[in-house]
């Protein structure tokens, strides 16, 4: 059906070297591998008062292409960062998400960027999702000023407003408020868009969150909330954390749905889904099934609490990537060899943002107290005391 993917994928990008590996900035050809392909999801949907979404999922050669392109693209980045923590050119928290790239590609295929997403601090690949490039990401993952958050927000703290990425955000469940707002401010303005809320399960018992929901269902706000379920709040199981686990069901008074979250195909639908219901009818619940193959944090080796077996069971049987793969050689749209000159060169746009990353300069120790305050409005420093005038910040 399709010829020549590679050829498909290489088409024209910015001549500048921060634009490269921006999945953005990569589109197909709206000519080319469009015959529709039905596909039925892996596993159905499980709802909680609301009819579920169709299990036959239409797609494209195109499309398929992308998703492994993209969700191989991500996951070459995120060990290669890895590697490059354990190497100390990334300092303080990191957290990873190969594995889930599922999740993101597949909210990417239904959404547009007047859409917003905001989540929590495992915001790498949505952020590349979002628009943004490798060499951003590397440079803020290193602390260099052509960062996404100029090398002074690190690994939590990507950010794309522009694209409608309003971070990463260290607090556990912080960012589901914020969501909410956003999504008041969407209906406020009339922008017939959606805000998708993403956190984990190690947050899904937090107030705030269910404080949030119960303001976004009074007011019918065009809100999303993302369950990313990946079965381990950071090293606790989620059945030693929640008497229910089953996230989709806790809104109670707001309908839910689970989904496959390793099938990109089920996550497309899903979305797609939500953002028509959210637009007519206000919040709804999405819980995400996936599963992390790093630890919570590069601090955290993933094995103490979990056996290999576990892992690597989940790798041959659920891995998003290489059920792609299948799918793309089931449909005779490409060999297995075009799909590694693919992955060749994924590798290389990685090589090639890491080597430019690390020639970026550190920020200036004038950028130390920027983008703290508002613009004019410092803050006076005094002792403890309240007398020692110690000086104004800018």
Request: proline share 4%.
């Amino acid at each position: 059906m399709a010829r020549n993917p590679v050829k498909l994928l290489r088409t024209a990008v910015s001549s500048n070297p921060l634009l490269r590996g921006s999945l953005s900035a990569r589109p197909f050809s709206s000519t080319d591998n469009s015959t529709p392909i039905e596909v039925e999801t892996t596993l159905p949907f499980t709802s909680h008062q609301i009819e579920p979404p169709s299990r036959i999922v239409s797609t494209t050669a195109a499309e398929l292409l992308k998703f492994y392109r993209d969700m191989f693209l991500m996951r070459r980045m995120e060990i290669a960062a890895d590697s490059l923590y354990k190497s100390k050119l990334i300092r303080g928290f990191c957290h990873l998400y190969d594995g889930q790239e599922a999740v993101c590609a597949g909210m990417e295929a239904a959404i547009t960027r007047s859409d917003c997403i905001i989540t929590g601090y495992r915001d790498h690949c949505l952020f590349l999702g979002r628009g943004g490039t490798l060499m951003e990401v590397f440079s803020e993952l290193m602390g260099r000023k052509d960062g996404c958050s100029k090398g002074k927000g690190g690994s939590m703290h990507f950010y794309k407003k522009e694209n409608g990425f309003y971070g990463g955000h260290g607090i556990v469940g912080a960012q589901v408020p914020l969501g909410c707002g956003l999504a008041f401010a969407q209906k406020y303005d009339k922008a017939e868009a959606v805000t998708f809320t993403m956190y984990g399960d190690g947050a899904a018992n937090q107030g705030q969150l269910f404080e949030a929901l119960n303001i976004a269902a009074l007011w019918n706000l065009p809100s999303v909330l993302v369950c990313e379920n990946n079965h381990y709040g950071m090293g606790t199981a989620e059945w030693r954390a929640a008497k229910s686990p089953a996230y989709y069901k806790r809104g109670d008074y707001a309908p839910g749905l689970k989904v496959d979250g390793m099938d990109v195909l089920a996550v497309k639908q899903a979305v797609s889904y939500a953002k028509e219901h959210a637009l007519k009818n206000g919040p709804l619940i999405l819980e995400m099934d996936t599963y992390r193959y790093h630890g919570h944090s590069m601090s955290d080796p993933g094995s103490t609490y979990r056996t290999r077996d576990e892992i690597s069971g989940v790798r041959q049987e659920r891995d998003p990537i290489e059920r792609v793969r299948k799918l793309v050689l089931l449909h005779n749209i490409a060999s297995a060899a075009e799909l590694k000159d693919i992955e060749k060169e994924a590798k290389k746009e990685v090589d090639d943002a890491i080597a430019l990353a690390k020639e970026s300069p550190m920020p200036d120790s004038s950028e130390l107290f920027s983008h703290v305050y508002v613009k004019g409005f410092g803050v006076e420093a005094y002792g403890a005391d309240r007398k020692d005038f110690k000086g104004l910040l800018p």
